[in-house]
């Protein structure tokens, strides 16, 4: 079994916090699919189109026919650790302040064989679980666990390195008065967040959910309003130096296109809360959680972005809506970018139509807040990228991915139809 | 120069003297204008009147170096604000119904102010009626023709959700009945209606017949609103003049200004 997590100390205000030192990042275009695939958790090899053969690690040509025509194929995940050794000494800052670091080679059921890091638990020899996760450079790694678990495995130091589990760290949920903030801050409590910051905007006009949003064991709420960059500043000056996870459930929606709005305003709402309000959030919380990587027990580990899926493909219904999550899809972009000297995970979960009174004419399935708040926590727990939640988002991705034209033109079938 | 001009000038400057010497007191109706003050809550599906907002410019650096300014954003009717007649539409076809066609004398005038602070206290929708009104001229005289009258309550000392006072069947904040406006307005000839809560009609205004009857019926005959006011209680029932005057807003249905009140000092 893994020694439990201890909850961390208190902060020792003489010790200078240390500098994020990064695992090296350069890595062939061949090999980002690695990276592609870690990003939603997925564990593949690069597979020939031509003679049917797996291969690792990811070249730009087929190693045994010589063909280029591969493709990335989910794997099954199963093997046995054939060879391991313990890292102790290392040119590579990362790793030296990291050691002792476990590394092996695995050979897959599904035939090759391939480079790990490997979990304290996994015996000499044992068979294991692989999976596929982004490491601190967003490069993605092997990673071998035990193959029917162990007690507290989460906290192997080398898995956590990997993901950004809630358990004793301090969360900072942006909106209270979302109709989901009772449920990500019961998640997160559950998850063994040890504060949960709750922002409230308008303190001054009640919401429903307040008192059992109050009542959930360890949360704090504190005024923020997204679209008042004093109030931001203001949060982050106070709590900024002990965010670990940004959650921002800020979110304005009205349902309109274009045309059947006459005006603009609504969709300056949306675009000052989705848009200018994840980029105040970032411009406040964003450089202490960058300087705060590898700050510990209770690092700054990871940002997440609720988004709408219709940021890929606008849906015409919410068309204005679709078009400001579009701009926050892009500026997520630009803030990974901007977090990844930190190694800051930036996790945006994407949803369909979601169970509120916003979506209340439409038809299910829609995703309830419960169902939102565990995507959530479990992406953060795997070190996800990107979470796709409920049927319709997880179609809707599919489809983009088979062709962003041919869904465009869906779309616009689909909202005629509805007409 | 004629008697009557040499009068006005040298009142003028007796004034001037006054203020500098403080028998004559300047009090600030207003209040500072705050990311955080409410405003006005509507059914969500109708448009909503814009908070506060501030946006940093410069501030002595980079993006500016020796000075330092705000971008900011608000509606017509955020904060201490003025409402025109063509805030309603009762009111839309008032000729010089926008603010920035009202002749600017209309925004110098005496005040009324009736205290109702003491039933506000007792009953958050307390309601200003005839009675009240006509109890008031058996104090303080008839109400002149052309004069602002406010109604003061003390709501402007509430803080936070105190303010609107919201609850699942609306605000509850006081405001005149109907009738009450239609005496000052109809039979008094105000000039407009102030008031220290968010609108000039009673949070619960909508549940009269007309709907919101100060908004109505003030500016359905092109007088003036007042809400959002501040100190009040600084002012006496009579005897002092206010100086309101909105943003010179093309078309503007109303704007947030600075209020003051000339006020008689004790010994005056
Ligand atoms: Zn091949």
Redesign the interface.
């Known amino acids: 079994m893994t020694d439990p997590l201890s909850p961390p100390p208190k902060k020792d205000p003489q010790k200078r916090t240390r500098v994020p030192a990064l695992p090296s990042g350069m890595r062939s275009r061949a090999a980002l699919g690695l990276a592609v695939a870690a990003a939603e958790g997925r564990f593949m090899l690069q597979g020939c189109e031509a003679c049917g053969a797996l291969q690792y690690p990811p070249r730009d040509a087929c190693s045994t026919c010589l063909s280029v025509d591969l493709k990335w194929r989910d794997v099954e995940p199963t093997g046995q650790l054939i060879a391991e050794t313990t890292v102790r000494t290392s040119t590579s800052v990362y790793f030296r302040e990291r050691t002792p670091w476990r590394v092996g080679s695995v050979k897959l059921d599904a035939g090759p064989s391939v480079m790990a890091h490997v979990h304290g638990d996994v015996a000499r020899e044992a068979a294991v679980r692989l999976i596929n996760r982004l490491d601190k450079s967003g490069q993605g790694v092997f990673f071998a666990l035990p193959v029917d678990g162990s007690a507290n495995m989460a906290d192997d130091p080398q898995l956590r390195e990997l993901t950004a589990d809630p358990k004793f760290r301090r969360v900072l949920i942006t909106d209270a008065r979302n109709e989901n903030s009772v449920a990500l801050a019961k998640a997160f409590a559950d998850a063994g967040a040890t504060t949960i910051f709750v922002g409230e905007p ?5 919401y429903p959910h307040r008192a059992a949003l109050a009542a959930i064991a360890n949360v704090a709420i504190v ?1 923020l ?1 997204v ?5 931001v500043t203001e949060l982050a000056g106070e709590i900024g130096g002990k965010t670990d996870i940004l959650v921002n459930n800020a979110r304005f929606i ?1 349902p309109g296109g274009i045309m059947d709005r006459g ?1 603009t ?2 969709a300056r ?1 949306e675009f000052e809360t989705n848009v200018l309000g994840l980029m105040r959030l970032a411009q406040a919380f964003g450089p202490p959680m960058r300087n705060r990587g590898a700050d510990g027990v209770n690092s700054a580990a990871a940002w997440v972005n609720i988004l709408s899926v219709y940021a890929y493909a606008n849906m015409p219904a919410y068309g204005v809506f679709s078009a400001s999550n579009a701009a926050a899809l892009s500026l997520s972009q630009c803030l990974r970018a901007e977090m990844a000297p930190g190694g800051v995970r930036v996790l945006n979960v994407y949803t369909g139509p979601t169970e509120d ?1 916003w979506h209340q004419p439409l038809p299910p399935p829609k995703v309830a807040p419960s169902a939102l708040a565990r995507s959530v926590v479990a992406g953060l727990k795997d070190g996800l990228e990107d979470v796709y939640v409920g049927d319709v988002a997880k179609d809707l991705i599919e489809r983009w991915r088979q062709g962003p034209k041919l869904l465009e033109r869906e779309m616009i079938a689909e909202a005629g139809e509805a007409r | 120069m004629n008697a009557v001009d040499i009068k006005s000038a040298d009142l003028l400057a007796q004034m001037a003297g006054a203020i500098a010497s403080g028998s004559i007191e300047v009090v600030d109706l207003t209040h500072t204008l705050d ?2 003050f ?1 405003v006005i ?1 509507l059914p ?2 109708f ?2 009147c814009a ?1 506060f ?4 410019i410069s501030a002595y650096d980079h993006r500016g170096p020796a000075w330092k300014w705000h971008n900011i954003s608000l509606c017509e009717h955020t904060g201490t604000h003025f409402d025109a007649p063509s805030h309603w539409i009762s009111g839309r076809d008032i000729p010089n119904g926008n603010v920035d066609e009202i002749p600017v004398d209309r925004f110098v005038g005496p005040v009324c102010v009736i205290d109702c602070s003491a039933g506000a206290r007792q009953n958050e929708d307390f309601e200003l009626t005839p009675e009240i009104i006509l109890d008031w001229e058996k104090s303080h005289g008839p109400i002149p023709a052309d004069s602002w009258v406010l109604m003061r309550t003390d709501w402007s000392k509430r803080r ?2 105190h ?2 006072n ?2 699942d069947d609306g605000p509850h904040s006081p405001g005149p009945t109907p009738d009450a406006i239609r005496l000052l307005v109809e039979e008094r000839g105000i000039r407009g209606f102030g008031t220290e809560t968010v609108g000039t009609d009673a949070g619960q205004g909508m549940h009269y017949t007309p709907p919101y009857p100060a908004h109505f019926i003030l500016h359905g005959a092109g007088r003036y609103g007042l809400q959002c006011l501040n100190n009040l209680d600084r002012l006496p029932p009579t005897g002092a003049v206010i100086v309101a005057t909105p943003l010179k807003i093309k078309k503007g249905t109303g704007s947030p200004l600075r209020v003051i009140a000339l006020v008689p000092g004790k010994d005056a």
């Not at chain 2, 907002?53 to 940093?56: D, K, L, N, Q, V």
Request: aromatic share 8%; charged share 40%; proline share 11%.
């Open positions: 308008e303190g001054w006009r009640p005024p309003d679209t008042d960059t004093q109030s009205r005006d305003v609504f709402d009174e | 990311q955080d409410p809550i969500p599906e448009g909503q908070r907002r501030m946006e940093e936070g959700a303010y609107l919201m609850r």
